[in-house]
């Protein structure tokens, strides 16, 4: 499993740059469709997942009744641990809102560090007005049992056409989340932070007016002057 030190330093690699790394790797399907920021200036967020899962809403399980069983989303909040991401499989169906603000204020009370899904939340103002950074596809009045029916919490999920695992890793910026297997959490780690510095020297050879072939991605003689670089700094 990722250690704590790994997860915190990947809140200074962009999803931009882990999904070139894992595209190295043979991981090309590791980005959330319909998981943008719901609001501008959200921090990168960085956390283990914590998953949830609904299925097509059927008449006699998708009801107001169901929020008292214990295998409803509230019973869910009430599992997760500080510092998780909450990762909701709604299907994509984003004409209903899986959690408003009260229950964004009770996860947010409880130290879980976003919420990430590729439905719709409900409650927009409220929502916004808890702090709860939020990525998901939009906002939506009904709730979520006019759409869809909960089942379980902590088992594998599909989000945005994703698979994810309990305590795989999330990262999330303004390009949307992307999914790291917990397995691989260290490999980008290692690569991400050399891959930031290499960019942000390519920019900086870019400014100066340098043309991309050979440049980016680079070439031996590149790679040569990026090294002689580093070792003068």
């Known amino acids: 499993m990722a250690h704590d030190a790994d997860i915190r330093t990947l809140a200074a ?46 008449e006699d399980l998708a009801t107001p009744e169901s929020w008292f069983s214990p295998r409803s989303t509230r019973g ?32 947010k009370q409880r130290g879980v560090t976003a919420l990430v ?19 998901c596809g939009g906002a939506a009045a009904p709730p979520s049992v006019a759409a869809l029916t909960f089942v379980n919490w902590q088992e594998p999920i599909g989000c945005g056409g994703v698979a994810v695992y309990p305590d795989d890793v999330v990262v999330a910026d303004d390009d ?21 510095r290499l960019e942000a020297w390519i920019i900086g050879e870019v400014e100066r007016g340098a043309s991309l072939p050979g440049l980016y991605p680079p070439n031996a003689e590149t790679k040569a002057r990026y090294e002689a670089a580093g070792r003068k700094s």
Do not use: H, Y
């Open 176 to 196: 949307g989340a992307v999914l790291i297997p917990a397995a691989l959490v260290e490999d980008v780690v290692a690569a991400g932070a050399e891959q930031e």
């Open 13 to 58: 690699v962009s999803t931009a740059t882990i999904t070139t790394i894992l595209l190295k790797k043979g991981l090309r399907n590791i980005w959330m469709r319909g998981t943008r920021p719901l609001s501008p200036g959200q921090p990168r967020l960085v956390g283990r997942a914590f998953t949830l899962r609904f299925v097509p809403a059927r």
């Open 117 to 135: 899904t590729d439905g719709a939340v409900r409650d927009l103002a409220g929502v916004r007005g808890t702090g709860l950074p939020v990525w």
């Open 76 to 107: 869910a909040i009430e599992a997760m641990p500080e510092g998780c991401i909450a990762v909701v499989d709604a299907m994509g169906i984003t004409d209903a809102g899986i959690f408003g603000d009260i229950l964004c204020a009770r996860m």
